[in-house]
């Protein structure tokens, strides 16, 4: 079935570094592809997402490039901050059946030192 | 936000006894989802809901049973609870998108069940 795989964790940064999370999918039709944020004690919210081959998704100075051609949704920051320290977890959804399910990666801990 | 909540937002309960957890949204949208999460498994998909006595199983399905007689109500039921079953429920919710695919998907607060 479709799968998502991210980068294992924790990721530890410091303040101002580059970063990127790796995310690739495994989906037998055209899935549209996330990314959520899970702050400590809080439900995932939407970080940014895109829908067809080459869209870019973008927000909060984060970005991430539907490729289809290298299953991949890779999210990048050019430059952290403490308040990115959270959960990050890769989805995609697609439609089976007549339904459309949302699977989700395994999450990857980022963690920014000062 | 949207609105969605989840009760109760903390259980205790023991092994061999039902459990239910409530999804309730205000949103009217058409697709509901169970999730647990747990260290190193990210989320997994329990049960889905695609309409109004519409469900379908997710990844991890065994030991739940799901119902939605109307739109906006979710449940998700342990028939008889095991310490396995001891983790975070969430809940969201989404729409039908392009091509039929769930659109963003909003979350509850979660639920931490805990079984003893």
Same mark, same amino acid.
């Given at each position: 079935?479709?799968?998502?795989?991210?980068?294992?964790?924790?990721?530890?940064? &410091?303040?101002?570094?580059?970063?990127?999370?790796?995310?690739?999918?495994?989906?037998?039709?055209?899935?549209?592809?996330?990314?959520?944020?899970?702050?400590?004690? $809080?439900?995932?919210?939407?970080?940014?997402?895109?829908?067809?081959?080459?869209?870019?998704?973008?927000?909060?100075?984060?970005?991430?490039?539907?490729?289809? $051609?290298?299953?991949?949704?890779?999210? $990048?920051?050019?430059?952290?901050?403490? &308040?990115? &320290?959270?959960?990050?977890?890769?989805?995609? &959804?697609?439609?089976?059946?007549?339904?459309?399910?949302?699977?989700?990666?395994?999450?990857?801990?980022?963690?920014?030192?000062? | 936000?949207?609105?969605?909540?989840?009760?109760?937002?903390?259980? #205790?309960? =023991?092994?061999?006894?039902? #459990?239910?957890? !409530?999804?309730?949204?205000?949103?009217?949208? !058409?697709?509901?989802?169970?999730?647990?999460?747990?260290?190193?498994?990210?989320?997994?998909?329990?049960?889905?809901?695609?309409?109004?006595? @519409?469900?379908?199983?997710? =990844? #991890?399905? @065994?030991?739940?049973? #799901? +119902?939605? +007689?109307?739109?906006?109500? /979710?449940?998700?039921?342990?028939?008889?609870?095991? +310490?396995?079953?001891?983790?975070?429920? /969430?809940?969201?919710?989404?729409? +039908?998108?392009?091509?039929?695919?769930?659109? =963003?998907?909003?979350?509850?607060?979660?639920?931490?069940?805990?079984?003893?």
């Amino acid at each position: 079935g479709d799968s998502v795989t991210q980068m294992e964790g924790p990721v530890t940064l &410091s303040e101002e570094a580059f970063l990127t999370i790796n995310c690739t999918y495994t989906a037998t039709g055209y899935p549209s592809l996330f990314w959520y944020v899970q702050y400590p004690g $809080e439900g995932l919210q939407l970080l940014l997402k895109a829908t067809k081959a080459d869209d870019k998704g973008s927000n909060k100075g984060f970005e991430a490039t539907y490729r289809k $051609e290298t299953t991949s949704f890779h999210l $990048e920051k050019g430059s952290v901050q403490v &308040s990115d &320290s959270a959960v990050y977890f890769c989805a995609l &959804s697609e439609v089976y059946s007549s339904a459309s399910k949302i699977i989700f990666g395994s999450g990857t801990r980022l963690s920014i030192r000062p | 936000d949207a609105g969605i909540t989840q009760s109760p937002r903390h259980k #205790v309960t =023991e092994t061999g006894t039902p #459990v239910t957890l !409530r999804c309730h949204q205000t949103e009217n949208h !058409r697709y509901m989802y169970w999730y647990r999460q747990d260290p190193g498994h990210g989320l997994r998909l329990i049960h889905y809901s695609y309409g109004v006595k @519409d469900t379908d199983k997710g =990844e #991890v399905s @065994d030991g739940y049973s #799901v +119902s939605r +007689s109307k739109t906006e109500d /979710f449940l998700l039921t342990l028939e008889s609870a095991t +310490s396995s079953q001891t983790s975070v429920y /969430f809940c969201a919710i989404s729409e +039908s998108g392009d091509r039929g695919r769930a659109t =963003e998907a909003f979350f509850g607060q979660g639920t931490r069940l805990t079984v003893v």
